[in-house]
C-alpha cells in the first residue's frame, strides 16, 4: 500500500440503492480511464496524493469521493472534465437518505409551514447554530459525521433564493429564540440571522409566546409541504425517527392545527420586533 491522503468520507449506504447505483458507475468510470491511460491503481494514488486504499474503494463504488478527489483524477488522467464533470451526479449523495429525501420534497413545494418548539428550524440555522446542535448529541457523532449532517442542513437553505419563489412562513416557540444553544455569539448571529431572513418577501416568520393559555401545538414539532398540483405532505422528527404523512385526511388535521398555531402566535412584524429585542439583550 502507498502513502497517501485517505478522505475523512462516508462509505456508501448500501442500502440505498439509486444512490449505490451512481457511484458505482462513478467508480467504474475512474477504473476504465485509469486502465486506458496504462496506470495501476497504485501508480494513480502516487499522481494525486491520495491512498491507494481509497482508489481501489472509489472503484469499486464503496465510497463516496470528494470533489477535490474528482478534479485531480480529471487532471492526471487527461479526462478534459469527464470526471470531474460527475461531481454534480455525486453530490446528493454524500448526505444522509432522509436529508435527500427531505430536500427533494422542499425542492418541489410551493408553500412550506414549520413549526418548531424545542431549537430553530433547520432551513433557519446559522452553520455554527447547526453544528452546535450535532456536536451536543447524544451518543455523541463524530466529527466526520457532525460534518456530514452540518453540510446536507446548509444544503437546503438554497430553497430562499430558488425560482419562482417558494412561500416559507415558520412559528418559532419563545424558548428557541432566548435559548443560547452553542453559546452568546453563536446565539447572537443566528438571531441576526432571523432578522435577515425575516425581511423577505416570501418568508413570514412568528413568535409563539411562552405566555399563551392556549396552545394547539402540543403535540409536537412538525413540517407542512404544499404542492403545485394541491397535494400536501406532512413530516416530523421524533427522538430516534421521522415520519411523512400523505394520508389527505390526517394532513387536513396538521394544516388545521398550523392554521390554528399561526393565529395563537405574535404577528410577523411584532415577532420581527420581539427577535430584535431578545437580540438586544444577548
Keep these: 500500500m502507498t502513502e497517501g491522503v485517505e478522505e475523512p468520507d462516508q462509505d456508501v449506504d448500501l442500502e440505498d440503492d439509486d444512490w449505490g447505483a451512481v457511484i458505482a458507475v462513478v467508480g467504474r468510470q475512474i477504473r476504465l480511464w485509469r486502465e486506458a491511460a496504462g496506470m495501476r491503481a497504485v501508480d494513480l494514488a502516487k499522481a494525486i496524493g491520495y491512498s491507494e486504499n481509497l482508489v481501489y474503494k472509489v ?3 464503496t465510497r463516496i469521493p470528494q470533489p477535490e478527489f474528482l478534479d485531480k483524477v480529471d487532471e492526471v488522467l487527461d479526462a478534459g ?7 454534480k451526479d455525486i453530490a446528493e449523495a454524500r448526505y444522509p437518505k432522509k436529508v435527500r429525501d427531505l430536500a427533494k420534497l422542499e425542492r418541489n413545494a410551493v408553500e412550506l409551514g414549520a413549526y418548531d418548539n424545542h431549537n430553530l428550524n433547520g432551513l433557519l440555522q446559522t452553520e455554527e447554530y447547526a453544528r452546535a446542535l450535532y456536536e451536543m448529541r447524544r451518543p455523541s457523532f463524530t466529527r466526520d459525521q457532525v460534518d456530514r449532517y452540518v453540510a ?6 438554497d430553497i430562499f433564493e430558488r425560482q419562482p419563489l417558494t412561500t416559507l412562513t415558520f412559528v418559532l416557540e419563545e424558548a428557541t429564540i432566548k435559548r443560547p444553544l452553542g453559546g452568546r455569539m453563536v446565539a447572537r448571529r443566528q438571531l441576526e440571522r432571523l432578522l435577515e431572513v425575516g425581511q423577505l418577501r416570501n418568508v413570514e416568520i412568528q413568535v409563539m409566546p411562552t405566555e399563551r393559555e392556549d396552545h394547539a401545538g402540543m403535540g409536537g414539532q412538525f413540517q407542512l409541504l404544499m404542492f403545485d398540483d394541491g397535494t400536501a405532505v406532512a413530516h416530523w422528527e421524533g427522538q430516534l ?3 411523512l404523512v400523505s394520508d389527505p385526511k390526517e394532513v387536513r388535521i396538521v394544516e388545521l392545527r398550523y392554521g390554528i398555531i399561526r393565529a395563537q402566535a405574535l404577528s410577523p412584524r411584532e415577532s420581527l420586533a420581539f427577535i430584535e429585542k431578545a437580540l438586544g439583550e444577548t
Excluded at 152 to 157: C, P
Design 152 to 157: 446536507a442542513r446548509m444544503s437546503r437553505q
Design 81 to 87: 472534465g469527464r470526471l470531474s464533470g460527475m461531481k
Design 59 to 61: 472503484e469499486s463504488g
Design 241 to 243: 425517527s421521522s415520519r
